[in-house]
């Protein structure tokens, strides 16, 4: 291999590293929670990227928190114990026994291996259940099929969530991995959605993002046309597409919706069937999957006093480079970046997530609703209201 060869490799490498500076400035300190599921729980060369991407994240200073599921994993260990499985309108029919098996598989075996792959990179993954620390209490839910509702046994939704253990657990700089089984007021024992459960702790951890794995790229707004995949959403627009979608997507983009409503800046649905796909999508401009925020942005605009900005498809983070007169604003627009030495402010493409750029003496101007002026901050750093 020659030594231009070589160098090319590296430059490129190189750039891909400062691509993801900025998510990295901004994303730092922040609470992800990631619902691990689909393809990536059974292919061990997934697992192991998955893994990977978690320890990344923690090094790189977020605070992963990972929810799982195992529903393949439930249907063959009751396989392999001769009981039957059952599902009604999408929901496994859990009758006692088979609610033994669901808290066997996921705390005991899904959750134990996740835990050890995590650990091969250091000590950092702890397993917790649903159970303990009273972290989730369920309500039992019913399937409904033909409009009609149906009994599915021990299948519950998260009635309320008291995070203070997964909390104590990042503090201490540990990434928990969380089973979804709870119990309900009466101390009966549910298997929980993942997807519910994940969206309910992400609200509760308030959390900068949910991640959603899944075996498909992301949501496409006409399937089966693969032209149609959508970058970016809001929640009014899901909300019209909800009736639409198949049934193997409803819960994955309700989940979005809800954390999305109850005050997670953007939830994400990313491909889990390509290694690193976490990673893709956090730490690049374009994103990998589809977005969920509150508002996309009427218009996506260089920063002022940005004599070269260019302008790209999605809005998450307007970022020009620290003291670069050509910086770059992204049309996805989770959240304006602060920009160093910037005079003339960062336009924002979602007025809430503005924030005031430093030594910026005109504040942030929001594009959606075109006013300056310095930015009223919370105490996570995003303007209000």
């Not at 990179?121 to 649903?130: E, K, M, N």
């Not at 399937?143 to 939704?157: H, M, R, T």
Request: with cysteine.
């Amino acid at each position: 291999m020659s030594l231009s060869t070589d160098l090319a490799r590296a430059q490129v490498k190189a750039a891909t590293l400062i691509e993801a500076l900025p998510w990295l400035a901004r994303f730092s300190g922040s609470t992800v929670v990631v619902k691990y599921g689909g393809n990536a729980m059974i292919d061990p060369e997934l697992q192991r990227a998955f893994a990977a991407d978690m320890v990344f994240l923690r090094y790189a200073g977020l605070r992963p928190v990972v929810v799982h599921g195992g529903g393949p994993q439930i249907s063959a260990m009751l396989g392999r114990l001769g009981i039957a499985s059952e599902f009604r309108g999408g929901l496994r029919v859990t009758t006692p026994e088979a609610m033994d098996v669901v808290r066997m598989v996921l705390v005991g075996q899904v959750g134990r291996e996740l835990v050890g792959l995590i650990n091969a990179h250091g000590p950092f993954a702890v397993g917790l259940s649903g159970e303990d620390a009273g972290l989730f209490t369920a309500v039992r839910r019913p399937a409904y099929v033909d409009g009609e509702a149906v009994d599915v046994g021990q299948v519950g939704d998260v009635e309320s969530v008291d995070a203070s253990a997964v909390t104590d657990l990042i503090a201490a700089g540990r990434i928990p991995v969380i089973s979804t089984v709870a119990p309900d007021a009466d101390g009966v024992l549910h298997n929980l959605n993942a997807d519910t459960a994940a969206a309910a702790l992400a609200v509760a951890l308030d959390a900068r993002k949910l991640v959603v794995l899944t075996d498909v790229p992301g949501l496409y707004a006409d399937w089966p046309d693969t032209d149609s995949l959508v970058s970016e959403i809001t929640v009014d627009e899901l909300a019209a597409l909800l009736p639409s979608l198949s049934s193997g997507m409803v819960p994955k983009m309700e989940a979005c919706l809800r954390a999305v409503q109850q005050g997670v800046p953007a939830a994400h649905v990313v491909d889990g069937r390509v290694a690193h796909s976490t990673l893709l999508e956090v730490f690049t401009s374009e994103g990998f999957g589809t977005m969920v925020v509150s508002a996309r942005s009427e218009l996506a605009s260089p920063a002022v006093g940005n004599e070269g900005g260019v302008v790209s498809a999605r809005s998450e983070l307007a970022s020009p480079a620290v003291g670069n007169e050509g910086g770059v604003v992204s049309a996805r627009s989770e959240l304006a970046s602060p920009a160093v030495g910037n005079e003339g402010g960062v336009v924002s493409a979602r007025s809430e997530l503005a924030s005031p750029a430093v030594g910026n003496d005109a504040g942030a101007v929001s594009a959606s609703s075109g006013s300056a002026g310095p930015a009223v901050v919370n105490q996570e750093g995003r303007a209000a209201g």
